[in-house]
């Protein structure tokens, strides 16, 4: 069991000595309260004018109204923190929606970040292989420039070559008329001996 506290309080001018497991200061602030209430109800009626039956009826009276209303209060305070724990039960229950929407808008970035490296290592295998073709084509278009000047090079050896024929065939036209004449002129003096008799047998 725990030790009586002692302590002697004033309450209505006069002097009591209280025992109480409670602790001193809470002693001396009740005794404080009934004196307050005793001195309320002196100071709206005469203190002779009240006899000690009344004086303690209407203490208990003040002291059940003030009972009640703390209670009024309590019920209040209940309802506004039955109302704040459904607020609160509320707000848990968005913030568990919240968080599970996070989640998946986290999963979708992660998705979204991934499918953006893809797309990415995509871009720069293509890029290499753009790279790749456009070097190709340049090496062809090259390879062109030099079929090309080849060519023309060949077109012109060609086209030197048919002048040089075309001389040639005309160095044997007129090779040709020279001997025809040629062998004119010999059948002709032939002709003219086997006229003439000079042509041996």
Do not use: C
Not at 82 to 103: G, R, V
Not at 134 to 151: K, M, P, R, V
């Amino acid at each position: 069991m725990a030790p009586l506290n002692r302590i002697e309080v004033v309450i209505d001018k006069v002097v009591y000595e209280l025992s109480s497991s409670e602790p001193v200061e809470y002693i001396q602030s009740v005794a404080n309260y009934i004196d307050r209430k005793i001195k309320s109800i002196y100071s709206a009626r005469s203190e002779a004018a009240i006899n000690p039956r009344l004086k303690t009826l209407y203490i208990s009276l003040n002291i059940a109204d003030d009972l009640f209303k703390e209670k009024n209060n309590v019920k209040t305070l209940e309802t506004e923190l039955t109302a704040f724990k459904e607020e609160n039960w509320k707000l848990k229950k968005d913030i568990h929606s919240f968080k599970i929407e996070q989640e998946a808008v986290k999963s979708e970035i992660e998705s979204a970040k991934a499918k953006i490296e893809s797309a990415q290592a995509e871009i720069s295998v293509a890029h290499k292989e753009l790279a790749a073709a456009i070097s190709s084509a340049e090496g062809s278009a090259a390879e062109l420039s030099n079929t090309q000047t080849e060519l023309a090079s060949a077109n012109k050896e060609l086209k030197k070559l048919k002048q040089e024929i075309e001389k040639l065939k005309a160095e044997l036209e007129e090779e040709e008329l020279r001997r025809d004449k040629k062998l004119a002129t010999i059948g002709g003096g032939i002709a003219t001996n086997a006229a003439s008799g000079n042509v041996k047998k």
